[in-house]
């Protein structure tokens, strides 16, 4: 059974870079064909991809946000790690991160449950 | 910027079928699969559709996907509606430099 959890801090002031971690079990991210993501959603819209490392260490990001983030992985502690600079208010949302399945399409299940993180001063 | 856009609302007795589409902004839809995720209020979003019409393990075959090029959409199909089918739905596709994109989501009312 594959299981993500999501940990850090759940507020932030604007300017300061945000830090999530994500610790997974049920697979390994240096096996072929396994990614692991982040996707995050404003209250009440809809999600948005961020970021996205594969087994072979290739790395993904938003072009929107790709100034902004960074994405690595410990395969050893079967964790990734996602941090976010400059924060704005406009972050403020549920930062889920996602097991993917590399195949003729990258697809996202199982999804951990989130963590909501609210930026404000 | 590629876009896909899905009605931001959809409602259907029990027992019926409903169709969700979700539509292309520009070029083929039909040239990245489509993938579709069911989120249940206060909780995470869960694959129920993915490659255009394949589901994931322990879906049931109420739910189906499909692709329509003439009109440049996709479509998601739940039939014999359930009163726990009631959630947010959203399409997932890349756009043509293969970055994800998700659909603006379409909240089913199941009553």
């Known amino acids: 059974q594959i299981t993500l959890k999501e940990s850090g801090p759940t507020l932030v002031k604007p300017t300061q870079t945000l830090t999530l971690t994500c610790t997974f079990s049920?697979?390994?991210?240096?096996?072929?064909?396994?990614?692991v993501g982040w996707i995050r959603q404003p209250p009440g819209k809809a999600p948005e991809w961020l970021a996205l490392i594969y087994w072979d260490d290739d790395k993904r990001y938003s072009p929107s946000l790709k100034s902004r983030l960074t994405i690595s992985k410990d395969t050893s502690k079967n964790q990734v790690v996602l941090t976010l600079t400059n924060m704005d208010p406009v972050d403020t949302g549920t930062y889920y991160c996602?097991?993917?399945?590399?195949?003729?399409?990258?697809?996202?299940?199982?999804w951990g449950q989130g963590t909501l993180v609210t930026v404000s001063s | 910027n590629f876009m896909l856009t899905q009605p931001h609302s959809v409602s259907e007795s029990p027992g019926k079928t409903v169709t969700i589409s979700c539509t292309g902004s520009s070029g083929s839809i039909a040239s990245n699969y489509v993938q579709w995720y069911q989120q249940r209020p206060g909780s995470a979003p869960t694959a129920i559709i993915y490659q255009d019409n394949q589901r994931p393990s322990g879906v049931p075959d109420r739910f189906s996907g499909s692709i329509d090029s003439s009109s440049n959409s996709a479509s998601l199909t739940i039939s014999g509606l359930k009163t726990e089918d009631e959630a947010d739905y959203y399409c997932q596709s890349y756009d043509s430099s293969n970055y994800c994109v998700f659909g603006g989501g379409t909240k089913l009312t199941v009553l």
């Open positions: 049920g697979f390994s991210l240096s096996r072929s064909g396994v990614g």
């Open positions: 996602v097991h993917c399945i590399v195949g003729a399409v990258d697809w996202f299940d199982p």
